[in-house]
C-alpha cells in the first residue's frame, strides 16, 4: 500500500478528485470532490458541500473508492476507504471552511461554496494507477533538500536575538528571501478593532505599500486571520491572484494604499501570528509558481509566525517598561524653510500632507497627536510611556500595540518620504524631524 505521505501532492487541491458510491438498492454514483485533505497515513478528509447522494450512500454503506491525481507528477492513485464520522466545527472543520472559503471567493462563490461537514474517512488501500505515459519515471517527487524546520528554527533563533522589532521584522523578510527563497512576503497587522490588516512591513514588490489594508475575513490572508489557522493556496489559476488576497477586485478607495501584490501569483500562503491566544498579524508569501509551498514550508513558517508574534509582545513590553515618565527635552525648533501642511480628518484619524493621503486610524491619531504636542510646546522629543497616557488617543489600558503603531507610522512617513520623521532614539524613546513649519487644519466631518 502506497502511504499516503508520499502521495501529498494529491492532497492540494489543484486536481478535483472522484469518489464513486453504491447505494442501497446496488446503484452506483459517481461525482467529483474539489479537495480531498490529508490527515495521517490512515486517514482522510472529504469537503462535504453538495454531497447530498454521496454522504447518504457511504452512511448506508460505509464504503467509497477514491481517485486522486497528484497535481505535480500527473500519477494517479486509487483508494478504498471506510467512513467514520461526519464534523461540522472544531480545528478541522475551521480549517477546511476557511481553505474553501478563500478558494470559492477566486469565483466569487464563497457564500454558496459552504462546508457542511468535514467528513473523516480510514483508508484501507492506496495503490497507483497503471499509467502508460509515465512508466519508467521515478515515483512521488522527493522531499525538500532543504531542512526546511531546521532552518526555520535557525532563523527563529536570529529573530529571538534581534535588539528591537524593527531590525527583527526587517530580518525575518530577509531571511525568508535568503533561506527558503520566498521573494515576496510581507507581515500585516490587525487594527484596533480587529476588522482590518495593516501593512506593517513587505518585501520583493515594486512598491512596499506600507499602510495598505486587507478586510478580515477576506481572501487568503483575511481568512487566515479570521480564522486564526495557516491557510495555503498552491495554484490559483482556477480563480485570480489578486482578488484572493483582498477578497475581491477592490478598487483603490480615496483614503487608502494599494497592496502590494504579484500581479499572477499562483501560489499564496499565509500563516496568523499568534502569542497566548493574541492574534498579532499575518506572514504572508506567495509566488507566480504552483506548488512553491509545501505542507513542510507551511510547518516551518508556523515556527517564524509564533516567533515573530512573541517577539513583537516582548519588544512591546519593554518599551512599555523603559524608563522616561519625565516629559523630555525641547529642541530648537527648524528653520521655517518650508511649510508642512497636514490634515487631519477626526472622523476617521486621517492624515494628509499637503494633500497626499498618508496614513489612517491609531497611527494618524499618533501623528496627530505628536504633531499637536510639537506646535503647542515646540517639544520633538516624546516616550512611549507618555503617549500611552493621553487619553486623547485613547489606547487600550492592556495590549495596545503602541510600539508596533510607532513602527508602522515610521516606516509609512520613509515610504511616503514626507517633510517629517519618527527616529527611535532609545527603548521606548523617539523624536519627531521636520524640515519646515508644519499646520495642521482638523476637519470633524467627513
Not at 448506508?60 to 464534523?87: K, M, N, P
Request: with cysteine.
Amino acid at each position: 500500500m502506497t502511504r499516503l505521505r508520499d502521495i501529498r501532492g494529491c492532497f492540494e487541491g489543484v486536481i478535483p478528485s472522484i469518489i464513486a458510491t453504491v447505494d442501497g438498492e446496488g446503484m452506483p454514483n459517481i461525482s467529483y470532490l474539489s479537495h480531498v485533505y490529508y490527515l495521517d497515513d490512515d486517514h482522510v478528509a472529504l469537503s462535504n458541500q453538495y454531497f447530498t447522494k454521496t454522504a447518504a450512500n457511504t452512511r448506508t454503506r460505509g464504503h467509497a473508492a477514491l481517485i486522486l491525481v497528484d497535481g505535480i507528477s500527473g500519477r494517479q492513485y486509487q483508494l478504498d476507504i471506510t467512513f467514520l464520522r461526519a464534523e461540522a466545527a472544531g480545528e478541522l472543520f475551521t480549517r477546511m471552511a476557511a481553505h474553501l472559503k478563500a478558494m470559492s471567493s477566486q469565483q466569487g462563490m464563497a457564500e454558496i461554496m459552504a462546508l457542511r461537514s468535514a467528513d473523516i474517512y480510514r483508508v484501507t488501500s492506496c495503490i497507483p494507477v497503471p499509467c502508460p505515459d509515465l512508466e519508467g519515471e521515478t515515483g512521488p517527487p522527493a522531499a525538500p533538500a532543504l531542512d526546511r524546520l531546521g532552518a526555520a528554527a535557525r532563523l527563529a533563533a536570529v529573530l529571538g536575538a534581534a535588539p528591537e522589532a524593527d531590525s527583527m521584522i526587517d530580518l525575518a523578510l530577509e531571511g525568508l528571501d535568503r533561506v527558503f527563497g520566498f521573494r515576496q512576503a510581507m507581515i500585516l497587522v490587525p487594527d484596533a478593532d480587529g476588522r482590518r490588516l495593516t501593512t506593517l512591513a513587505s518585501r520583493g514588490y515594486d512598491s512596499l505599500g506600507i499602510g495598505s489594508e486587507v478586510p478580515a475575513g477576506q481572501g487568503v490572508i483575511g481568512i487566515a486571520a479570521d480564522s486564526r489557522l495557516p491557510l495555503r493556496i498552491s495554484d490559483m489559476s482556477r480563480g485570480r491572484r489578486y482578488a484572493a488576497a483582498v477578497g475581491g477586485a477592490l478598487p483603490v478607495a480615496p483614503r487608502s494604499i494599494p497592496l502590494p501584490g504579484l500581479p499572477e501569483a499562483l501560489s499564496q500562503m499565509a500563516v496568523p501570528m499568534i502569542h497566548r491566544g493574541q492574534m498579532l498579524g499575518v506572514l504572508f508569501v506567495e509566488s507566480p509558481a504552483r506548488f512553491a509551498f509545501l505542507q513542510e514550508d507551511e510547518d516551518a513558517l508556523a515556527l517564524l509566525a509564533g516567533q515573530l508574534a512573541a517577539g513583537l509582545r516582548l519588544h512591546e513590553a519593554e518599551a512599555r517598561d523603559a524608563p522616561g515618565l519625565a516629559p523630555a527635552g525641547t529642541m530648537e525648533p527648524p528653520a521655517p524653510a518650508r511649510r508642512i501642511r497636514l490634515r487631519y480628518y477626526r472622523y476617521d484619524d486621517s492624515v494628509f500632507i499637503d494633500e497626499g493621503y498618508l496614513i489612517k486610524g491609531v497611527p494618524g491619531r499618533l501623528l496627530y497627536h505628536l504633531i499637536a504636542i510639537f506646535l503647542r510646546e515646540g517639544r520633538q522629543e516624546f516616550t512611549n510611556r507618555e503617549i500611552r497616557l493621553a487619553p486623547e488617543l485613547r489606547l487600550p489600558e492592556v495590549k495596545d500595540n503602541l510600539e508596533t503603531r510607532l513602527i508602522l507610522l515610521r516606516r509609512r512617513l520613509e515610504e511616503h518620504q514626507a517633510p517629517l520623521r519618527l527616529i527611535r532614539t532609545g527603548r521606548g524613546r523617539l523624536r519627531l524631524e521636520l524640515d519646515g513649519q508644519p499646520t495642521i487644519d482638523v476637519v470633524e466631518d467627513a
